[in-house]
């Protein structure tokens, strides 16, 4: 055979097949262009969290918070079952518990000064500080994301896009925070937020929904 015919064969072979796109499955609700890939995430998670956040989200957070006393006493039951009354598990094998949760206490130690603020609170009455309250904008961890069964995995295209989704909840929830203007040091608050567990003895640092006096 010569050159020619196998030529005009690829080039027929080529026509013949049909032409192949990758499209990202849009979140749930979500209308309008999609746009695929990593260079759409910023897009699809605010146009997300526009829809979800305040209607959803953080609704269900107050809804589903546990307060302290309660979750401290299902923990000494052990973490799964603590989990299982109270909590959401997260994605993937040996995944960590999130939990809701609420409660008050006195502030015993407080650092507004840096990017990651916090509150040191006592809220057994031992006078020791046994809750960290992260306040941001820095903020560690997806408890939010986490704490209620409202984000699927699956709906996300990988790990990085999931990841994103939680650090744009913690700067969008972080910057709408309203804290008392005076010295918080002596003060009693009254909280809403969330945590995440890998056993049932790990420090309780809650991320913040609300803080009262």
Not at 125 to 140: M, N
Not at 185 to 190: M, Y
Request: glycine share 12%; aromatic share 4%; hydrophobic share 45%.
């Amino acid at each position: 055979m010569t050159r020619l015919p196998l030529v005009a064969l690829a080039l027929l072979a080529a026509m013949g097949l049909p032409a192949c796109k990758i499209v990202k499955t849009p979140f749930p609700g979500e209308g309008g262009a999609i746009v695929a890939g990593e260079a759409g995430d910023d897009a699809r998670i605010a146009a997300l969290l526009d829809e979800t956040l305040d209607a959803t989200l953080l609704p269900l957070i107050r809804e589903k918070a546990v307060a302290l006393a309660d979750l401290r006493s299902a923990l000494a039951g052990g973490l799964d079952a603590a989990g299982a009354t109270y909590g959401n598990r997260g994605a993937g094998e040996g995944a960590a518990w999130n939990f809701a949760v609420k409660g008050a206490g006195k502030v015993i130690a407080a650092n507004l000064e840096s990017r990651a603020r916090k509150a040191e609170l006592d809220t057994d009455g031992d006078g020791k500080a046994d809750v960290t309250l992260q306040l941001g904008p820095v903020i560690k961890g997806s408890s939010l994301r986490d704490a209620v069964a409202l984000f699927n995995f699956g709906d996300f295209r990988d790990q990085i896009e999931f990841a994103k989704l939680g650090r744009v909840i913690n700067d969008r929830v972080s910057a709408g925070l309203k804290l008392p203007e005076s010295d918080l040091i002596g003060q009693t608050l009254n909280f809403t937020g969330a945590v995440t567990l890998t056993k049932a003895s790990d420090p309780l640092l809650v991320t913040a929904i609300e803080v009262t006096p």
